[in-house]
């Protein structure tokens, strides 16, 4: 059984062939898709795809998304998570965090109201009970500051720091505030020396699969600029590549595929705490 801990499966990429999509990974073994929102406007979406595909889902507003939300959306979030507190597919407030790698949002104004974004639905985390899902990119060491600051008092945190690409240290810090570290199609490329590095010597328990579906696709599907200038159709990354993924991942930390399958499992219901009664059903 593998869990893809983040597909973005309500992509308009896949609005030609969704559902046959999903049973043919199911069919390969991927039993279980997280299903991130990322804005107001997907929350529904969403929702009603993972009771559809019997997956699970979470909700929260994107660092991309930030500079069109309104802070209105955070009341209504907080509105949604009470709400649909008893759905057991609600696993998670995601994709929450921060993101300093696109210029436009490095500007002093949009760095502030992306903190005041994700401190906030940080707070509404904690306020319902709910593990949250991270996007880290260039942003690691912000988010672990805002993480120590507001789990003051005993509150110990739950969930994922998706697609990481930090370093060590700052690994082990999401690993010992309580978070697990996403691993998926970037580990493939052996250009990635830090990465590979990462996923080969961190603690076993420490690792969730995931594949960004449609990003962050592995190196088997990746065109170079010149090979789509030459007519070469980019691949389309999907929980389909899943199983490829994590046997890449065993080889790096040599160990057997059932053993890597185990282990990722377990850890994706330790972030996910309501997944194990999901995938008891």
């Known amino acids: 059984m593998w869990i893809d801990t983040h597909a973005h499966l309500d992509a308009a990429e896949f609005d030609p062939d969704r559902s046959a999509l999903r049973r043919a990974a199911h069919a390969a073994g991927v039993d279980h898709c997280v299903i991130p929102a990322v804005e107001r406007a997907n ?12 997956d699970s889902y979470c909700l929260g507003i994107h660092p ?9 959306d955070l009341a209504a979030l907080d509105a949604e998570l ?54 880290v990119r260039r942003s690691a060491d912000r988010l672990l500051k805002y993480l120590r ?5 005993g509150h110990r ?4 720091a998706h697609a990481f690409n930090g370093s060590q240290a700052q690994a082990l810090a999401f690993f010992g505030l309580g978070l697990k570290l996403g691993f998926g199609g970037a580990l493939t490329y052996e250009r990635a020396l830090q990465l590979r590095r990462l996923a080969r010597t961190l603690p076993l328990d420490a690792l969730v699969l995931e594949t960004d579906a449609p990003d962050i696709a592995p190196h088997w599907l990746y065109a170079t600029r010149a090979q789509r200038a030459a007519g070469q159709v980019q691949g389309r990354n999907s929980p389909l590549e899943l199983p490829r993924i994590a046997a890449e991942l065993a080889g790096l930390r040599g160990i057997g595929v059932p053993a890597l399958e185990a282990a990722s499992s377990a850890n994706a219901c330790q972030a996910l705490p309501r997944l194990a009664g999901l995938l008891a059903v």
């Open 43 to 54: 929350w529904a979406a969403v929702r009603e795809l993972a009771h559809a595909q019997a």
């Open 64 to 72: 991309l998304y930030v500079p069109q939300a309104l802070e209105s």
């Open 82 to 135: 009470a709400q649909h507190h008893g759905d057991p597919r609600l696993v998670a407030v995601g994709e929450i965090g921060l993101d300093f790698f696109v210029p436009a949002l490095c500007e002093p104004a949009m760095r502030q109201r992306q903190e005041f974004f994700y401190a906030e639905q940080l707070r509404l985390a904690r306020a319902h009970g709910l593990p949250v899902v991270l996007h």
């Open 149 to 153: 600051a507001l789990g003051q008092g």
């Open 157 to 160: 945190w739950s969930g994922i």
